[in-house]
């Protein structure tokens, strides 16, 4: 085949330069002998020197882009999707054969690029899995030469088919890891979450997504970023059954690209291709809950949301209102967090209400990593709850306790709201380069009220009452501003400044009514307290690419920064000891002036290479001084000045990482004031102003396999963390006893009444580490029906603590081991199983048997479709923690829910569903909790068995433009 012939073929080929001027023999002969002699001499010259050192001038680049060609009926649009994660090979021509030069992987934005290449005849060839392998001889010249591939996707039927194999859930391309989704049954209905949790590496937590232990810090669509800088957005919107591929790889920020970074840190991404390529999504769904439980209390739930997701814009709202109080994200509302209801586990509120509203703006120009940006976020909560507790406690006979029973009963009802609203933009497209602006506000209102009342019955007869109310109101205020400037265009020298305030003001009530009939007195407490603090700062560096070419990358960045407090304090506390005397209680007012200066310069190096090893140290020398003016209860002025260095070292790789740092644990102005606190006078708290700083350094070992797969198919992956760490001079809370009327000299002379506590702090000489490993293993086998995750877990520790004066040595151990099993043997049965099994063994210096227990948990799920339309959904949990030894507490969970739904409509926009919560009515109600003067018996109050009916709505709509 001819040039012309593969040139159409391949599509639209651009050129970027002209080609490389070629000489012709037969246009020399006209020459004259004398000037062809001069031309050649020139020539064997300029080779040897070429040869000697090649100049970069000399050398050709290619630059390209993968491109998927348009659908009928939109051959005349200009625009076309990216296709990434394709293999581009070079090759050249030797004397007729050619030879594999070199092989890339482009990245999501389809573009891909060869440097260093002498001028010469090559031939490119594009290969992606679902598209014609595309390919084509050229002659590339020096400099740059740009080309333009566009995939068509592979349309050649076969008239009979025989199943050689099955289909292999993963393959390796270079540096991507390809899952084929088509390898594992999903159910009708289910959500990229649950696709992503049954393939092997893959974990869902705390709303990220982790694989082979390392966080996910992107998720492209068809190479997009059509869902915002979170990874689960993607997740929370898409369906399993519109999936077609999942990509794992490693690749540059935007920032290090747009630098010019041969090498840096790698980010794990994901992207998912789907079955239909889209350019935006627009959502909206909501749901209506209603139902009773046991005590015919109405439960009902009402959520709603809308969004719309593109390249540049991103836009959500939504609304909930429900008495449950158990909620799980939609897949509407991934940035605000809109809610439908579901039925979990048990929860201990018995009158509650949660309202919320959210409304978030994203919106980008140009590009949306480095263009200009505008973002907005409004939030509103309330939430309401009350709960019921009663105790029976049995003390045990003693040679100075009698024995004793008392019956405890806690009520308690929380009010809460808060408004938050955060605005920032970005702007990249300016002549001093970048500006980022953020401002914040935060408004929160709290009131809660306890209700406690004892009983001490001895020997039968009633000795002691008390009744205490309590309660609390706090207002909060907070805004935070910041400015920074950056220089990140590609130059070596980029500099920054960072701007920052915040300021924050809150008042705060307290009020209590204690009654005891046989004490010293009676007592009422009323307080009211409010506050500001004012602070600020600036931070300035300068970042230098000290190496940079095709193999490593060296990076220096020094920073120093300066942030000044003030917070000024006020509380004023009242004793009515009867109804003509009213006088301040000195132990619980307080009125003082807290100044506080952070300062730090911090120097780190960051090195990486072609090998993907990555290696990143910092060393930093921190300052805090802390002045305390205190007014009330006495004129005093207190100075804390502490000096600190810190470090941090890591070296990564794709399969192993290690990491160092320190870290100092500084005393908190309570911890350090030389006052004793006595709202409560059998329950007193004091500082310690002799306390010093305390040293924590860890270290971090991670070994991840990767992905690997065995010859007969299935999938493997296996990870190791090693952590330990050391705290030197720890801080160690200390408890007093006081038998009798005791004067506190330590404390100005503070009378203690027999039968009180106080608890201070206090520095243990002795430092205070522990170690701890997992290992886990993932694998899918039997063809892909069944996945296993098998997890151990172990560690020590050993840690001061004080019983009494006595300050003795806590050696601890913990061992778990967790098993989870997925079955998907069709497209209408899945099973999900955990079998989790805990143990721990504390003991103390002296060979004391402190706590030994046992926590054993199992849980079950089951769905299975029983019509096209019809789904069945059934979970058990059964939860013991056994308390074997010493200390500790027994309790026990068992739990049956169960939920049947039917999509009204085909496309299950529209769905009807039935839940029943405790179908046994069997949770559990009370615990047991033994210490070495007591024994309790609690029982708390749960809304148990209730029935829920359900009302679904989901729209979707993808545009293609």
């Not at 008042?507 to 007592?523: E, I, N, Q």
């Not at 580490?769 to 996945?787: L, S």
Request: proline letters at 2%; hydrophobic letters at 35%.
């Amino acid at each position: 085949m001819d040039d012309n012939n593969l040139r159409r073929r391949q599509g639209c080929i651009h050129r970027s330069r002209n080609r490389a001027f070629r000489w012709s023999f037969a246009k020399m002969k006209t020459r004259k002998f004398a000037l062809l002699i001069q031309v050649l001499s020139l020539l064997f010259i300029g080779g040897q020197l070429a040869n000697s050192a090649p100049q970069q001038d000399s050398l050709a680049t290619i630059t390209g882009i993968v491109q998927k060609e348009n659908k009928p009926g939109y051959e005349n649009r200009n625009f076309r999707f990216p296709l990434g994660g394709c293999s581009i090979q070079l090759f050249f021509d030797n004397q007729g054969i050619l030879d594999s030069l070199s092989t890339v992987s482009n990245a999501s934005s389809g573009r891909f690029s060869f440097n260093g290449i002498a001028p010469q005849r090559v031939m490119l060839r594009v290969r992606c899995m679902g598209f014609e392998t595309q390919s084509g001889m050229y002659e590339i010249g020096a400099g740059e030469n740009a080309f333009c591939f566009i995939m068509k996707e592979t349309t050649e039927e076969l008239s009979a088919a025989r199943i050689a194999a099955e289909i292999r859930l993963m393959k390796q391309i270079n540096d991507t890891t390809i899952y084929n989704v088509q390898a594992i049954k999903t159910l009708p209905g289910d959500g990229l979450s649950e696709l992503l949790s049954s393939i092997p590496g893959f974990s869902i937590k705390d709303n990220s997504v982790t694989y082979d232990g390392v966080k996910v810090a992107r998720t492209y669509v068809n190479g997009l970023l059509l869902f915002g800088d979170n990874s689960m957005g993607a997740v929370n919107a898409l369906h399993a059954d519109e999936v077609k591929q999942v990509k794992v790889y490693d690749e540059q920020n935007a920032l290090d690209k747009h630098q010019g970074a041969y090498n840096s840190k790698k980010e794990r991404v994901l992207n998912v291709i789907t079955r239909n390529s889209f350019a935006s999504l627009s959502r909206a769904s909501g749901i209506l809950v209603g139902g009773t439980d046991d005590e015919n209390t109405y439960r009902y739930g009402i959520s709603g949301g809308i969004n719309y997701d593109s390249e540049m814009l991103n836009l959500s709202a939504s609304i909930i209102s429900e008495n449950i109080y158990d909620q799980t994200i939609a897949e509407t509302g991934a940035d605000t967090g809109s809610y439908l209801l579901s039925i979990g586990t048990n929860l201990p509120e018995s009158d509650l209400l949660r309202e919320g509203l959210g409304i978030s703006l994203n919106k980008y120009w140009k590009n949306r990593t480095l263009g200009n940006s505008f973002k907005a976020r409004y939030t509103f909560t309330h939430e309401r709850d009350a709960s019921e507790t009663w105790a029976i406690t049995d003390y045990f006979q003693q040679e100075d306790q009698i024995l004793q029973t008392s019956v405890d009963s806690t009520k308690s009802k929380c009010s809460n709201y808060k408004h938050s609203l955060l605005m920032s933009c970005s702007l990249q497209d300016t002549h001093l380069k970048s500006f980022d602006c953020s401002l914040s506000l935060d408004v929160s209102d709290r009131e809660s009220v306890i209700e406690n009342r004892d009983i001490w019955l001895e020997r039968d007869i009633i000795s002691k009452q008390r009744k205490e109310t309590s309660g609390s109101e706090d207002s909060n205020c907070n805004i935070y501003g910041s400015v920074s400037w950056t220089n990140n265009d590609a130059v070596r020298w980029r500099p920054r400044i960072d701007l920052q305030g915040n300021y924050r003001k809150g008042a705060s009530g307290l009020w209590t009514s204690d009654t005891l009939s046989t004490s010293f007195h009676k007592r009422n407490i009323s307080g009211d307290g409010e506050g500001e603090t004012m602070a600020g700062g600036i931070s300035a560096g300068v970042f230098n690419r000290l190496l940079n070419n095709l193999r490593r990358t060296l990076d220096l960045n020094v920073t120093g920064n300066v942030y000044f407090s003030r917070t000024d304090n006020k509380q004023l506390s009242l004793d009515n000891w009867n109804r003509e005397t009213t006088i301040i209680d000195i132990g619980s007012s307080h009125d003082y002036e807290q100044k506080e200066i952070n300062s730090s310069a911090v120097a780190s190096l960051s090195y990486s290479n072609d090998r993907k090893t990555s290696i990143a140290a910092k060393f930093a020398v921190n300052n805090k001084l802390v002045l305390n003016n205190e007014r009330i209860p006495r004129d005093f002025s207190g100075k804390h000045n502490f000096f600190f260095p810190s470090y941090s070292f890591s070296l990564s790789h794709p399969h192993y990482s290690l990491s160092s740092s320190s870290e100092e644990i500084t005393p908190t102005v309570e911890q350090l004031s030389n006052r004793v606190s006595d709202s409560n006078p059998m329950v007193l708290s004091a500082g310690n102003p002799d306390l010093k700083q305390a040293y924590r350094f860890n270290l971090n070992a991670n070994y991840q396999s990767g992905a690997l797969l065995s010859k007969d198919g299935a999938t493997h992956s296996i990870s190791c963390i090693i952590k330990g760490s050391a705290i030197i001079s720890p801080l160690v809370n200390r408890n007093y006893v006081f038998t009798e009327d005791t004067f506190l000299d330590r404390w100005d002379g503070y009378k203690a009444q027999a039968g009180s506590m106080l608890f201070s702090w206090d520095n243990s000489e002795r430092a205070a580490w522990n170690v701890g490993t997992t290992v886990r293993y993932d694998t899918r086998i039997f063809k892909n029906k069944v996945g296993l995750m098998a997890l151990i877990a172990g560690s020590y520790n050993q840690s001061p603590i004080y019983l009494g004066d006595m300050l003795l040595w806590q050696d601890e151990i913990r061992g778990s081991a967790t098993l989870n099993l997925q079955y998907n043997p069709t497209k209408k049965f899945k099973m999900v199983g955990q079998t989790h099994l805990s143990y721990v063994n504390s003991v103390d210096n002296k060979k004391t048997m402190f706590s030994q227990r046992i926590e054993a948990r199992e849980s079950i799920s089951f769905t299975y479709i029983i019509f096209p339309r019809v789904r069945w959904e059934c979970n058990y949990l059964l939860s013991v923690n056994k308390s074997m030894e010493g200390f500790g507490k027994n309790d026990s969970c068992n739990i049956l829910n169960t939920k049947i739904s039917y999509d009204i409509v085909k496309d299950r926009s529209l769905t009807i569903a039935l839940s029943c919560h405790d179908l046994l009515n069997s949770n559990a109600k009370y615990s047991i909790q033994t210490t070495a003067l007591y024994m309790t018996q609690q029982w708390q109050r749960y809304y148990g068995r209730f029935l829920i009916v359900s009302i679904k709505y989901h729209f979707r709509k993808k545009n293609s433009n």
